[in-house]
């Protein structure tokens, strides 16, 4: 098992920008695959984008392409969501997930194994 812990989230205008971080704790960060979702109100969750445990490979939802960027640094336990162009619909609870010695990049939030506690961005018009 490993712990997750976001932070970065805040308050911010549309067309603006903000970097999520996710610290990771327990297991041996490099043995997850990492993937960030969020979850609006009223809403389900859904998936933002994806690294590879080596960080080589990456994968976003359409809806991000672009304009959001996953990255990871295995020396420091921790994964980050670059986010620019920030509009209004972006706003939602963003959590980070780790799926265990995937080799795969997977967008269905029951395949990943822990999920951290969420961090709350917020894009105003």
């Known amino acids: 098992q490993v712990q997750l812990v976001e932070s970065g989230g805040g308050l911010v205008q549309a067309g603006g920008s903000l970097r999520l971080s996710c610290a990771a704790s327990?297991?041996?960060?490099?043995?997850?695959?990492m993937g960030w979702f969020r979850q609006a109100p009223g809403k389900e969750r859904e998936f933002v984008a994806a690294?590879?445990?080596?960080?080589?490979?990456?994968y976003y939802a359409d809806s991000v392409k672009g304009r959001f960027t996953i990255s990871r640094d295995n020396a420091k336990n921790t994964v980050y969501l670059q986010m620019n162009s920030l509009k209004p619909e972006d706003t939602a609870v963003y959590y980070c997930?780790?799926?265990?010695?995937?080799?795969?990049?997977?967008?269905?939030?029951?395949?990943?194994?822990?999920w951290g506690q969420g961090t709350q961005v917020t894009v105003t018009s």
């Open positions: 997930a780790a799926d265990f010695l995937s080799g795969n990049l997977r967008r269905k939030d029951y395949e990943y194994d822990d």
């Open positions: 327990g297991r041996t960060f490099s043995s997850y695959a």
């Open positions: 690294i590879s445990r080596s960080g080589v490979s990456t």
